[in-house]
């Protein structure tokens, strides 16, 4: 469909990268485990990065109390269960980049309301959640749909390498998050077209609209495609005791970008409480349009992100 901008570079083995390297190949041979015990690795590596991340436990822990009103002992042991699901999910990440098809098969899914997306020749803007699984969640649905998508390049090169070219073996092909047009595109040429739009991406693509009863900046860009009809699927893949629910909802368009929008979010919460210990609490969620910053200073990842931008 494209060219592959994900081409192999001499300056990915620098002395620099290693450590990566080292990091991955470790995951990729632990990930050959068994499922359970990939889990319980995954709880225990939690609660470590609860102990070594104040400042992604803190921002957590805001997220939480404002949206799920948990407060003392229950907050606290609500974040610990969150990061031990963060844990699990970097096991859950390795399995969706390198298992075989015949241990995906064997995982246990449910897939609900499979009709809303019965005619695949017609094309789609997919919705999802950022879960702790995500990964895992993209490669379960690609059991069941072609799919093209959004990415944001990872800061580590190497990283950004290895996740492009695992999701390259089942996601049909992907696009960078400066490339809206070309989803258009894609989208009206009958594919389907992945994208997670629960995050705060900035004010200037961004509506102010009601998440958990809060006013979160939502990004405008599933709102273009509403106003053009184009179909619009939510699809949820959460951790229902063990099964991993795919759940399919459309929804509606609308002309009135506000209430298309204030939609999307109450299916963005109905979906996040279906597990919400499996969301992605840590990311600033409120950080545009308050007055006054609600999350910790972090000086030392502020400075290197001012670093790279001006690098571009």
């Known amino acids: 469909m494209s060219e592959d901008k994900n081409k192999f570079s001499p300056s990915l083995l620098s002395l620099k990268s290693i450590v990566t390297w080292i ?19 995954g709880d225990s590596l939690g609660l470590l ?14 997220n939480i109390n404002r949206c799920l009103q948990k407060e003392g002992d229950e907050l606290n042991k609500f974040v610990k269960s969150n990061f031990q699901a963060v844990g699990r999910g970097i096991f ?23 009709h809303v997306l019965k005619n695949q020749a017609e094309g789609a803007l997919l919705l999802i959640k950022h879960s702790t699984h995500l990964e895992l969640d993209l ?41 809206g047009l070309k989803a258009a595109r894609w989208i009206k040429s009958g594919k389907i077209f992945l994208y997670a739009a629960d995050q705060d991406y900035g004010q200037n693509v961004s509506e102010m609209v009601p998440f958990f009863g809060l006013h979160a900046a939502t990004v405008t860009f599933p709102a273009l495609f509403s106003k053009k009809n184009t179909k619009i699927i939510f699809a949820d893949v959460s951790n229902v005791k063990g099964t991993y629910e795919i759940e399919l909802k459309e929804l509606h368009s609308s002309e009135n970008e506000y209430e298309f929008l204030k939609r999307m979010n109450d299916l963005y919460q109905e979906f996040i409480m279906k597990e919400p210990e499996g969301y992605l609490w840590m990311h600033r969620r409120f950080k545009s349009g308050l007055e006054e910053n609600i999350y910790p200073k972090w000086s030392r990842r502020d ?10």
């Not at 649905?141 to 070219?165: C, D, E, P, R």
């Open 49 to 62: 990065i609860h102990k070594l991340s104040p400042h992604r436990k803190e921002i957590s822990a805001i």
């Open 23 to 41: 990091g991955i190949g470790l995951l990729r041979i632990i990930s050959l485990l068994p499922y359970k015990i990939l889990m319980r690795l």
């Open 303 to 312: 400075k290197k992100r001012k670093k790279r931008r001006l690098k571009r």
């Open 139 to 179: 490669r379960l649905l690609s059991q069941y749909f072609n799919l093209t998508g959004m990415y944001k390049a990872q800061s580590n090169a190497v990283l950004n390498y290895v996740m492009i070219k695992a999701r390259n073996n089942y996601i049909e092909a992907s696009l960078t998050n400066k490339e």
């Open 92 to 114: 859950e990440m390795a399995i969706g980049w390198w298992a075989s098809d015949k241990r995906i098969l064997n995982i246990k899914t449910r897939l609900i309301n499979s």
